[in-house]
């Protein structure tokens, strides 16, 4: 995450502006963290999340010269990223979108206690780690897109509802009352189904096998086990966040990861092909 001063980053935003490669390479590299997780929680699979973040980044480098410096520059590019993935029809949710009675069903109903051992000599502990952070994070397509970016920007990145309703296009009071009640929907999954986060009797490690019989983990492919941990992905705003019903420590599964490696040598492979001008587009979202 970036961590210049107002100053700095103007600076910054000035030189890529101009032209300086160097400048908007560090700028990028400074916000693609927080696009990346923002683009997860939406999408919930890594490789489509890695996809749509490669094409925000590109929005921002492309139009950057639009940036009129009328909110802060996360502001800004929270916002190219919340309309371009509410809209994104490309990843497998959107092909195959879920319920949460069909979730539900699932977790209360699935024949989990006759599928022989899958692990491919992993540790269950391990898998089971992998599970509960894949479940939670496809439990969320089970929103809305619009009440997903809500719970995301809310519950995961903390904004304070006067820049997500800029972020939205929506007053900070809709933002606030939508907020509380997609909460109070995810906390009643939560305490109803899963043994991990709330009261349920889900357990991930009963459900290992059954996961990578239905190819919802792989145990050769961990990629939340595998990620890299990052700090809170927009510090800038944290300490500006109300809070407003309590219900924090049910979502602690809301952890942030750092952007793949292939994200920063697609930025550099980007732009050492392509010319100054490419950043002297208008965006409009």
């Known amino acids: 995450m970036i961590k210049n001063t107002n100053e700095e980053l103007q600076a910054l935003i000035d030189k890529a502006i101009a032209g300086d490669k ?29 996809d749509a973040t490669q094409d925000i980044l590109l929005k921002v480098i492309t139009h950057l010269s639009s ?8 502001t ?13 029809k490309k990843h497998m949710f959107a092909r195959y979108p879920l319920t949460f009675d069909f979730y539900g069903n699932d977790i209360a109903n699935a024949d989990i206690a006759n599928i022989p051992d899958l692990s491919q000599d992993v540790e269950k502990s391990i898998l089971a780690e992998e599970l509960k952070m894949s479940c939670t994070n496809v439990m969320l397509q ?6 997903r970016c809500i719970f995301v920007l809310g519950t995961m990145f903390k904004v304070d509802s006067r820049i997500a309703g800029d972020i939205l296009g929506i007053t900070p009071e809709a933002y606030r009352q939508r907020l509380l ?28 096998d059954y996961a990578i019989k239905n190819h919802r983990i792989d145990p050769a492919h961990l990629d939340y086990y595998s990620a890299a941990p990052a700090g809170s992905p927009m510090e800038d ?14 979502f602690a599964f809301c952890k942030s990861y750092q952007a793949p490696e292939n994200l920063s040598k697609f930025i550099k492979g980007f732009l050492g092909s392509t010319l100054a001008d490419t950043i002297k587009q208008p965006y409009l979202p």
């Not at 940036?67 to 996360?74: G, L, N």
């Not at 997609?182 to 459900?207: I, Q």
């Open 22 to 50: 160097a400048s908007l390479e560090t700028l990028i590299n400074g916000i693609q963290d927080m696009v990346f997780n923002l683009s997860l929680r939406m999408l919930g699979t890594f490789s489509d999340a890695e």
């Open 67 to 74: 940036f009129r410096r009328e909110s802060a520059f996360t």
């Open 76 to 88: 800004w590019v929270f916002s190219i990223a919340a309309n371009h993935l509410k809209n994104y």
């Open 142 to 147: 089970c929103l809305d897109a619009e009440s």
């Open 181 to 208: 009640r997609v909460r109070k929907k995810m906390a009643e999954f939560l305490s109803t189904y899963c043994g991990e986060f709330g009261k349920g009797t889900c357990k991930c490690t009963d459900r290992v």
């Open 237 to 250: 705003v944290k300490e500006a966040m109300e809070e407003i019903d309590g219900l924090s420590q049910q």
